[in-house]
Protein backbone atom coordinates (compact mmCIF):
# COMPACT_ATOMS: atom_id res chain seq x y z
CA UNK A 1 0.00 0.00 0.00
CA UNK A 2 1.57 3.28 -1.09
CA UNK A 3 2.00 6.41 0.80
CA UNK A 4 3.63 9.43 0.53
CA UNK A 5 5.55 11.18 3.68
CA UNK A 6 6.93 14.68 3.80
CA UNK A 7 9.50 15.96 5.72
CA UNK A 8 11.85 19.03 6.46
CA UNK A 9 9.37 21.75 7.97
CA UNK A 10 9.76 23.97 11.01
CA UNK A 11 10.21 27.38 12.69
CA UNK A 12 11.55 29.84 10.74
CA UNK A 13 11.94 33.84 10.94
CA UNK A 14 11.50 35.92 7.96
CA UNK A 15 13.79 35.51 5.13
CA UNK A 16 14.62 31.96 5.91
CA UNK A 17 14.38 28.71 4.10
CA UNK A 18 13.83 25.17 3.92
CA UNK A 19 13.90 22.12 1.94
CA UNK A 20 10.55 19.71 2.17
CA UNK A 21 11.04 16.65 0.89
CA UNK A 22 8.39 14.52 -0.61
CA UNK A 23 8.75 10.43 -0.05
CA UNK A 24 6.95 7.73 -1.72
CA UNK A 25 6.77 4.74 -0.40
CA UNK A 26 4.59 1.12 -1.75
CA UNK A 27 4.84 2.44 -5.66
CA UNK A 28 7.35 4.66 -7.88
CA UNK A 29 6.98 8.57 -8.50
CA UNK A 30 8.28 8.97 -12.11
CA UNK A 31 4.92 7.96 -13.06
CA UNK A 32 3.04 10.35 -11.80
CA UNK A 33 2.90 13.85 -11.53
CA UNK A 34 3.90 15.58 -8.05
CA UNK A 35 2.10 19.00 -6.33
CA UNK A 36 2.48 20.81 -3.07
CA UNK A 37 -0.40 22.27 -1.42
CA UNK A 38 -0.22 24.03 1.76
CA UNK A 39 -3.39 24.95 4.25
CA UNK A 40 -2.80 28.25 6.48
CA UNK A 41 -5.25 28.66 9.65
CA UNK A 42 -8.92 28.87 8.89
CA UNK A 43 -8.37 28.64 5.14
CA UNK A 44 -8.57 26.64 1.91
CA UNK A 45 -6.14 24.22 0.99
CA UNK A 46 -3.78 26.18 -2.08
CA UNK A 47 -2.22 24.41 -5.26
CA UNK A 48 1.68 25.68 -4.32
CA UNK A 49 3.78 24.04 -7.18
CA UNK A 50 3.78 20.97 -8.95
CA UNK A 51 5.75 18.82 -11.24
CA UNK A 52 5.10 17.04 -14.67
CA UNK A 53 6.10 13.05 -14.32
CA UNK A 54 8.95 13.64 -16.41
CA UNK A 55 10.03 16.79 -14.70
CA UNK A 56 10.33 19.04 -17.39
CA UNK A 57 6.84 21.11 -16.75
CA UNK A 58 6.36 22.94 -13.38
CA UNK A 59 3.84 25.12 -12.14
CA UNK A 60 4.05 27.76 -9.22
CA UNK A 61 1.23 29.85 -7.64
CA UNK A 62 1.52 33.77 -8.39
CA UNK A 63 2.33 34.18 -4.53
CA UNK A 64 5.43 31.72 -4.52
CA UNK A 65 6.80 32.47 -7.80
CA UNK A 66 10.19 33.32 -7.89
CA UNK A 67 10.82 32.04 -4.03
CA UNK A 68 9.97 28.46 -4.28
CA UNK A 69 11.41 25.74 -6.45
CA UNK A 70 10.16 22.16 -7.07
CA UNK A 71 12.23 19.42 -8.23
CA UNK A 72 12.26 15.48 -8.36
CA UNK A 73 15.14 12.65 -8.00
CA UNK A 74 13.18 9.78 -9.36
CA UNK A 75 15.60 7.56 -8.50
CA UNK A 76 14.96 8.55 -4.82
CA UNK A 77 11.97 8.49 -5.38
CA UNK A 78 11.37 11.70 -3.89
CA UNK A 79 10.58 15.14 -4.52
CA UNK A 80 11.73 18.23 -3.12
CA UNK A 81 10.37 21.86 -2.29
CA UNK A 82 13.20 24.58 -1.64
CA UNK A 83 11.33 27.44 -0.26
CA UNK A 84 13.17 30.72 0.28
CA UNK A 85 12.42 34.19 1.43
CA UNK A 86 10.44 32.93 3.69
CA UNK A 87 7.47 35.19 4.95
CA UNK A 88 4.97 34.89 7.81
CA UNK A 89 2.24 34.35 5.18
CA UNK A 90 3.51 31.53 3.75
CA UNK A 91 2.69 29.82 7.86
CA UNK A 92 0.81 26.40 6.46
CA UNK A 93 0.60 23.10 6.47
CA UNK A 94 2.77 21.71 3.62
CA UNK A 95 1.02 18.59 1.81
CA UNK A 96 2.26 16.53 -0.93
CA UNK A 97 0.27 14.93 -3.69
CA UNK A 98 0.42 12.70 -6.79
CA UNK A 99 -1.81 12.01 -9.53
CA UNK A 100 -1.38 11.62 -13.32
CA UNK A 101 -0.20 14.97 -15.08
CA UNK A 102 -3.54 16.41 -16.34
CA UNK A 103 -4.93 16.25 -12.85
CA UNK A 104 -2.32 17.17 -11.18
CA UNK A 105 -2.11 20.53 -13.10
CA UNK A 106 -5.62 21.11 -13.20
CA UNK A 107 -5.90 20.79 -9.28
CA UNK A 108 -2.82 22.93 -8.45
CA UNK A 109 -4.20 25.81 -10.38
CA UNK A 110 -7.69 25.24 -9.98
CA UNK A 111 -7.95 23.94 -6.30
CA UNK A 112 -8.62 20.66 -6.36
CA UNK A 113 -6.55 19.11 -3.62
CA UNK A 114 -9.41 16.85 -2.16
CA UNK A 115 -9.79 15.21 -6.14
CA UNK A 116 -5.95 13.84 -6.31
CA UNK A 117 -5.35 10.50 -6.00
CA UNK A 118 -2.12 10.31 -3.25
CA UNK A 119 -2.11 12.74 -0.68
CA UNK A 120 0.58 12.93 2.23
CA UNK A 121 0.13 13.99 5.98
CA UNK A 122 1.85 16.88 5.33
CA UNK A 123 4.49 19.04 7.46
CA UNK A 124 3.95 22.14 9.18
CA UNK A 125 5.86 25.38 8.20
CA UNK A 126 6.15 28.57 10.95
CA UNK A 127 7.78 31.70 9.91
CA UNK A 128 7.51 34.50 12.57
CA UNK A 129 9.84 36.42 14.01
Known amino acids: QGQLVESGGGSVQPGGSLRLSCAAS????????VGWFRQAPGKDYEGVSCISSSGDITYYADSVKGRFTISRDNAANTVYLEINSLKPEDTAVYYC??????????????????????RGQGTLVTVSS
Open 26 to 33: GFTLDSYA
Open 97 to 118: TADINHNMFLATKKGGYRQLGW
